[in-house]
C-alpha cells in the first residue's frame, strides 16, 4: 500500500489531484514518508520520471499557521532560494515542489568559513525580495507561543512569574519597525533552536 493511501479520503484526492498535474501520466516509482523540520505537515518524497519531488500535505491550521505562506513560498522560489515550486493548491493545503536531498553542513566546500559566507548572500538574497506579507508582529508572536507555555500546567504557580515580568519589559522596550522590515525566514538557525516562520521581520 503506498504511503498515500492511508491519508483521509479528502487529502489523497488532493494529493493524486497535485501530482496528476505535475508530473502527468509518469509512472510513479516510489513514495516515501519524509520526516524532519519544525512542521507539523506531511512530507512525501515521490520519484516519478527520472525526477524527485517534494508533495507536502498541510494538516488542520492553528492559530499560529502563516495564513501567507503560499505567497511567501512564491517568492522564495521565484528568487531561487527555495526549491522550485510546480503546484500549489491553498484551498486543500496541497503543494509539490522539488526534493532536495539533506547534506550535512560539514560536507560544505571550503569549511564553516566559505558556509557562513554562502548563508550571508542568501540571506542578503532573501532580503532583496519582495516582503513577505505580514502575519503578526514578532514580538506579538513571541508573547503568544510564551503564553502557550504558560499555559501546559508544566510549571508551579508563580514559577514563571519573574520570566513572565522580563518579557513585558523587554516588549515595552522593543522598537518595532514595520517600515523597513524585510522578508526572513529562521531556518538559518541551527537544528537545535527554534525553527518559526514568522514572515516579516
Known amino acids: 500500500m503506498s504511503a498515500l493511501d492511508k491519508l483521509p ?3 489523497r484526492d488532493a494529493a493524486h489531484a497535485a501530482l496528476r498535474q505535475v508530473i502527468g501520466t509518469a509512472a510513479i516509482e516510489a513514495v516515501t514518508s519524509v520526516s524532519g523540520g519544525a512542521t507539523s505537515a506531511q512530507l512525501f518524497r515521490i520519484d516519478a ?3 524527485n519531488y ?3 500535505i498541510e494538516g488542520m491550521p492553528s492559530p499560529l499557521r502563516n495564513p501567507f505562506q503560499y ?3 512564491r517568492i522564495a522560489a521565484e528568487a531561487g532560494i527555495a526549491p522550485q515550486l510546480h503546484y500549489v493548491d491553498e484551498a486543500s493545503h496541497v503543494a509539490v515542489m ?8 560539514g560536507r560544505y566546500p571550503g569549511g564553516l568559513p566559505a558556509l557562513a559566507k554562502a548563508l550571508g548572500e542568501l540571506l542578503a538574497r532573501l532580503q532583496a525580495t519582495p516582503t513577505f506579507p505580514a502575519f503578526v508582529r514578532y514580538p506579538d508572536i513571541v508573547a503568544r507561543l510564551w503564553a502557550h507555555v504558560g499555559r501546559t500546567g508544566l510549571f508551579a504557580p508563580g514559577v514563571l512569574d519573574r520570566c513572565n515580568a522580563h518579557l513585558a ?3 515595552a522596550a522593543y522598537a518595532w519597525d514595520e517600515v523597513n522590515s ?3 525566514h529562521n531556518d538559518s538557525l541551527p537544528p537545535t533552536s527554534c525553527s518559526t516562520a514568522t514572515g516579516s521581520g
Open 9 to 11: 479520503p479528502a487529502q
Open 49 to 51: 520520471g527520472g525526477e
Open 54 to 56: 517534494l508533495l507536502r
Open 71 to 73: 505567497v511567501s513560498l
Open 98 to 105: 522539488d526534493f532536495v536531498q539533506r547534506q550535512p553542513l
Open 169 to 171: 519589559r523587554i516588549r
Open 182 to 184: 524585510v522578508s526572513s
